[in-house]
């Protein structure tokens, strides 16, 4: 027999955005239950797959399973039923605490600018919350994840609060850069990190373990374990291992119930005053699209149209090179320094604006040095302390920089349920059409310029330019935050338009892809959203 649960407020989801939603709402006495489709993960476990993997990939401590499936990088076929133009290859996984355990934990802001592209440049669409709507939930949202950064820096996003910790210390290879380009107009800076630069609480401070992607083996790097940790201490209820299949609603078109499936193939239905989705940008517009019924055939929250359109990401310039004298790579964090001062400006009525972040991972994310720059070495015949002197002299010289290009929402680009494959609870796989519009390309083309004057200053050799554009890892849109009901599927509350009490946290309500890594801003609507929330509750 199902099970019949209830609850005041339903989590879909167990990352950042619904563990925040989570340990706030339970702290305030409210019954919450968290629904997430993976299971718990064991760190020492995860770090032992991730070591021996022959194919180092950020979903290989995660191992996909039948009861769980997301995208794994080097099959994404398995996953995402892709009509192209173009691939999209960022992935999420489904587990507790979601992809937040191989995030590198790049923590910025979004600049003003970025929230009104529309009006002030032509392109896009302008967010229904302005920078100064969030700049409190910002200071709280790093203070939650335990941000480090230079409080001196506001790298263009005005602020009102030191960060928690002070910065991750610059490595030997950028000290380089800052060298080479004093006096430029690209301006190095630490970037903001959650990431320990000193003992919090019961986590350690970072290391150096180089492994940010996909595992920190101490804890040094948040993952949203933290805060699922704090909403079950403080009486929220997760259950792991179970996959939310649809949504029903009611006469009066509220969601009613969640009908979910246990890996142990028990089921049940969920009922909640109030639905948070929370379940990242694939997969929360997925549940809607499943949901269809008579009443609503084209899914639920979809009197728009809306859901699952406007898929966005980073798409990302790679570049690499060998650097005159040895920087010493594939050391310490996987980046701890960028040049964050070209994220804004007139340009933007043209192109897309990006950042770029100085890797300090070598040649690894383009070429998966340094095990192939030993084969190629060994292919050339090199043996021996031949090969060993000539690998270390290789790859102490490795740099490489990446600029993640804004794009813009296209409706074309979306989420669909796929007509023919169904995963084992027989919700339609994702279906994903994708396509990396002019203004984003010519973002990569200045981006291509940028990175050919920055490697000319430290004067290198063996430049080179990945041809392709490598997804950041960030899955934006499908569920876009509006004013318009018409155009959108959330107000600037992340309530639906169609639904008063279903709610959406997470990267699937930005209206654009802004010009910064989401999850600082993922973090801050969340906890604006707990607020929400809570006040909501007192009107159902």
């Not at 290989?60 to 997301?70: D, F, K, L, S, T």
């Not at 937040?100 to 669409?125: I, S």
């Not at 008063?500 to 604006?528: C, E, K, M, Q, Y």
Request: net charge negative; aromatic share 6%.
């Amino acid at each position: 027999m199902s099970d019949q649960l209830s609850t005041d407020v339903a989590i879909i989801g167990s990352g950042v955005a619904g563990a925040l939603v989570a340990v706030h709402l339970a702290k305030a006495g409210l019954k919450v239950t968290i629904l997430e489709a993976g299971g718990t993960v064991d760190r020492g476990e995860a770090v032992e797959r991730y070591w021996s993997a022959a194919i180092k990939v950020p979903e290989c401590p995660y191992p996909a399973v039948p009861q769980a499936m997301h995208p794994v990088s080097n099959d994404l076929g398995a996953w995402y039923q892709q009509t192209g133009p173009d691939t999209f290859s960022s992935t999420y996984v489904k587990v507790v605490g979601g992809t937040t355990w191989h995030w590198l934990g790049t923590a910025l802001r979004l600049v003003p600018a970025d929230f009104q592209l529309k009006t002030l440049y032509g392109h896009g669409e302008d967010w229904p919350v302005t920078y100064a709507d969030l700049a409190a939930f910002y200071d709280k949202a790093e203070a939650e994840l335990g941000v480090a950064g230079d409080s001196t820096s506001d790298l263009g996003s005005p602020r009102s609060a030191a960060y928690p910790m002070p910065p991750i210390p610059q490595t030997y290879l950028d000290q380089q850069f800052l060298k080479a380009l004093d006096g430029s107009i690209y301006d190095v800076r630490a970037t903001p990190q959650a990431r320990n630069s000193q003992d919090s609480e019961d986590r350690p401070a970072c290391c150096g373990n180089a492994s940010c992607i996909p595992v920190c083996p101490v804890q040094a790097k948040y993952d949203a374990t933290v805060h699922v940790a704090r909403a079950t201490a403080a009486g929220a209820v997760l259950m792991d291992k179970t996959t939310a299949v649809a949504l029903a609603t009611d006469d009066a078109n509220r969601i009613s119930v969640i009908r979910f499936k246990r890996w142990d193939g028990s089921d049940g239905e969920l009922k909640a005053r109030i639905v948070v989705l929370a379940a990242h940008a694939i997969e929360s517009p997925r549940l809607l699209l499943n949901s269809a019924s008579e009443k609503m055939p084209s899914g639920v929250a979809n009197s728009s149209g809306q859901v699952g359109r406007n898929l966005m990401d980073h798409p990302t310039q790679l570049s690499w090179a060998l650097a005159r004298e040895p920087v010493f790579p594939y050391r310490g964090p996987l980046s701890t320094s960028g040049i964050e001062n070209l994220r804004d400006g007139a340009f933007r009525a043209e192109r897309g604006a990006f950042r770029i972040e100085i890797g300090n991972d070598g040649w690894s994310w383009p070429t998966g040095a340094p095990l192939s720059t030993a084969a190629d070495l060994a292919q050339q015949g090199l043996r021996g302390k031949e090969l060993d002197d000539a690998l270390r002299a290789q790859t102490a010289r490795h740099i490489r920089l990446a600029s993640l290009v804004e794009q813009l929402p296209q409706a074309e680009n979306r989420v669909s349920l796929d007509p023919a494959k169904r995963d084992m609870y027989g919700v339609p796989l994702p279906r994903i059409h994708f396509s990396i519009d002019q203004y984003a390309k010519a973002g990569l083309a200045a981006a291509r310029k940028a990175h050919e004057e920055i490697f000319t200053r430290l004067g290198v050799s063996e430049l080179h330019h990945n041809p392709v554009a490598q997804g950041a890892g960030h899955i934006i849109g499908t569920l876009r935050m509006g004013q318009d009901p018409a155009t959108s599927v959330v107000d600037g509350n992340l309530r639906s338009h169609d639904h008063p009490n279903l709610f959406v946290a997470g990267s699937s309500s930005f209206p654009s892809s802004a010009t910064a890594n989401p999850t600082l801003t993922i973090a801050a609507l969340a906890l604006r959203l707990a607020g929400t929330v809570r006040s909501a509750l007192t009107s159902l």
